[in-house]
């Protein structure tokens, strides 16, 4: 059999051991730091084995996916560079993709890599958390470099296929950094700053879906969010500023005391986010 090894068997690593298995003539391999985590996956099935050998399993796999931390990639990479398979290819899992595909840069010419980020999670973190319906109907993006064969193109998204993702959308790493900014990155910014004001712990019990719905990527992975908005800040304090614009501009509004004025400004937000729930080409397409 052929093998895929997941390097990192948490949340996400987890999940895709969970999906991939009976992925064609792929044997699953997970591979952790800690022997309970190997225990773990062992007695509940995450992938096909499990092992502590990182050398071993990579020197042995027909694809790799690296699910860590973006700064844990960057030197995973480095410090790994000479123990990937010939031929194999090599992928991640992170949320940022121009600093990953950069650090891609130092595997050597036979090794193959492609950049990925399946768009799905939870607020939890952790193997035991992992679901092996986590990515149905979610977007699988991948960057590609200009080495990067068609043949491992083609079986990343035959991968995805069987993972149960929606859609696999091809775009740069420029391009994905700029929308992720938008649509992930500063909307847990939104969601942290809110629970920043001082009147949060006086609201307990008049919280409605709302709150509910804003608030719930707060309680983040602090490591891992600062080293995905360290590592995209160009991209996200240009989101910011024209959020920020925006929301002076309600303020405006509001304080002008015009509610012919509100009302079409409300009108007009409210048309936009119903014509993006129409059918059709999604924001990421």
């Known amino acids: ?28 391999v997970g591979v ?3 022997q309970a985590t190997v225990d773990y996956a062992l007695s509940h099935g995450v992938g096909d084995t499990a092992t502590l050998d990182a050398v071993g399993a990579l020197r042995e796999a027909d694809v790799t996916f690296l699910c860590m931390d973006p700064d844990q990639i960057v030197d995973y990479l480095s410090e790994h560079r000479g123990d990937f398979k010939p031929g194999s290819l090599v992928t991640d ?31 939890f973190s952790g ?6 319906g986590m990515f149905r109907g979610a977007h699988y993006i991948m960057t590609l ?42 909307m847990h910014i939104i969601a942290v700053s809110v629970c ?7 609201c307990k019990g008049f919280e409605g879906s709302s709150f509910r719905g804003c608030t719930r990527v707060a309680a983040l992975d602090v490591d891992l969010w600062t080293q995905l908005f360290s590592h995209n800040a160009p991209a996200l304090l240009r989101c910011l500023d024209t959020f920020i614009g925006h929301l002076q501009a309600y303020r405006e509004t509001l304080a002008d005391g015009d509610r012919g004025k509100l009302s079409e400004k409300l009108a007009w937000s409210a048309d936009r986010k119903r014509q993006m729930d129409l059918p059709g080409p999604d924001l990421l397409q």
Do not use: N, W
């Open 1 to 28: 059999m052929k093998k895929v090894a997941i390097v990192g068997l948490g949340l996400i690593g987890g999940s895709l051991a969970l999906a991939l298995k009976g992925f064609e003539d792929y044997e699953v």
């Open 32 to 34: 952790a730091r800690r």
């Open 93 to 123: 899992v992170c949320g940022i993709k121009g600093a990953i595909m950069e650090a891609s840069k130092v595997l050597p010419p036979q090794v193959d890599f492609i950049g990925s980020h399946p768009m799905a999670g939870t607020e």
């Open 127 to 132: 193997i035991e958390h992992a679901e092996t």
């Open 145 to 186: 470099r200009e080495s990067s064969t068609p043949e491992h193109a083609d079986l990343l998204e035959r991968m995805a296929k069987h993972m149960g993702f929606r859609d696999v959308v091809r775009t740069t790493p420029e391009e994905h950094d700029a929308i992720i900014a938008y649509t992930s990155q500063m």
């Open 196 to 202: 920043d004001d001082e009147s949060l712990f006086t």
